[in-house]
């Protein structure tokens, strides 16, 4: 129970409504363009920007992010169901194993690295 005493709930709102807000914002822009599967791309890309203008003249507080912190830790259990359809096609695929390993490794891993070492130096 003390631990759910020391959670910043306040933080945790603001800090998943400002997610939505700028990912349904983006949906919304991109549909505009008769592009609505780059609203997700657009909208992480998006508050980044703003966020590191926002660094340029002023901090962050660190309440926000304390709980961008820990949200991204947390969030990793949001995958396993995606981690669970993958072992299941993974079972039919056969022969094409190698290069969809490849395919995962370079479109999930290394753009993971990339935006951890970009928040990690800018924000």
Avoid at 29 to 40: A, K
Avoid at 83 to 93: F, K, N, T
Wanted: aromatic fraction near 14%; proline fraction near 5%; charged fraction near 20%.
């Amino acid at each position: 129970m003390d631990q759910l005493k020391r959670i910043d709930w306040q933080a945790w709102g603001f800090t998943i409504g400002l997610i939505v807000f700028f990912r349904e914002a983006s949906v919304w822009v991109m549909t505009q363009f008769d592009h609505p599967e780059l609203g997700n791309l657009t909208g992480l890309l998006s508050l980044l920007l703003v966020l590191v203008i926002w660094r340029k003249f002023k901090k962050l507080p660190p309440r926000l992010v304390d709980t961008n912190n820990k949200l991204m830790k947390e969030s990793g259990f949001a995958f396993l169901p995606i981690c669970a359809g993958s072992l299941i096609m993974l079972v039919s695929m056969g022969k094409e194993i190698p290069l969809f390993l490849v395919v995962m490794f370079i479109s999930t891993l290394i753009p993971l690295w990339i935006y951890a070492k970009m928040a990690k130096k800018w924000l």
